[in-house]
């Protein structure tokens, strides 16, 4: 697996640790206390317990002390994890769709397998059409070339050994060398684009969220008559992922 730098997995690494500084102070801890038992900047503090509040991590209690929220005490119960976590992640892509005004998809790669988990759309942001199984396609897909670029070169030439890289549209690349090439170029930090390579009149991206050794993504997808806010949806997406990873890593 390779970790890439992302900012959300900065982010989410940072909530961790003031999550793990809340959970210790049952009757609560100040944003002074926080700021100084995790030794992050008050800015970026502030920025991050906002974000916690409003994700349901932790609440604020009448002395301004914050302790743990009611969607912490979900995603960390062995009874309620697996609904919780499902609906949190399915109310996160909601949110996410309407913000980016795209369909989004959240992706893992599982057993050699590309997986897409959960998605959001609407009559207003479409999902993109499955015309082949996003599992024989990942060359081709945003979805897939994300997932590919966090694995090593052996995992990735084990899972273009299983598939076919077949020509969906005339922009589909199906040499294998040129494929890895671009994967072992690709930047951790920016959008993976797939430009109507899967399925004509569609445009997609993807982000990494890799939670512990299981590789991740968000993606969206697009019409191609909005393929000009594709990298503008696309930062937002990136920017607003670290809930999501967060989600994951509890």
Request: charged share 25%; proline share 4%.
């Amino acid at each position: 697996m390779r970790a890439g730098p992302t900012a959300p997995y900065r982010s989410a690494q940072d909530a961790l640790r003031v999550l793990e500084a809340v959970a210790g102070h049952s009757a609560g801890v100040t944003d002074t206390e926080l700021a100084r038992r995790t030794g992050i900047d008050s800015e970026r503090l502030t920025a991050l317990l906002r974000m916690l509040r409003r994700e349901g991590y932790v609440e604020q209690i009448t002395d301004g002390a914050y302790v743990t929220g009611d969607t912490l005490r979900r995603l960390t119960s062995a009874h309620d994890r697996e609904p919780a976590l499902r609906d949190k992640l399915q109310h996160t892509l909601d949110r996410l769709r309407d913000s980016v005004g795209a369909a989004v998809y959240l992706s893992r790669y599982v057993e050699g397998e590309v997986k897409v988990t959960q998605y959001a759309a609407g009559p207003a942001t479409p999902a993109v059409n499955e015309w082949v199984d996003f599992r024989c396609s990942a060359h081709a897909t945003a979805v897939g070339k994300s997932l590919l670029t966090q694995l090593d070169h052996n995992a990735r030439r084990d899972h273009l050994s299983r598939y076919k890289m077949a020509r969906l549209t005339s922009r589909t690349i199906t040499s294998d060398k040129l494929l890895l090439s671009r994967l072992e170029s690709q930047p951790p930090a920016v959008p993976v684009l797939d430009l109507q390579e899967y399925a004509v009149g569609t445009v997609c991206a993807a982000v990494p969220i890799t939670a512990g050794s299981s590789a991740g993504c968000l993606a969206l997808s697009l019409p191609v008559q909005h393929a000009h806010r594709l990298k503008e949806a696309a930062d937002t997406l990136n920017r607003n992922a670290a809930p999501m990873l967060l989600s994951l890593a509890l």
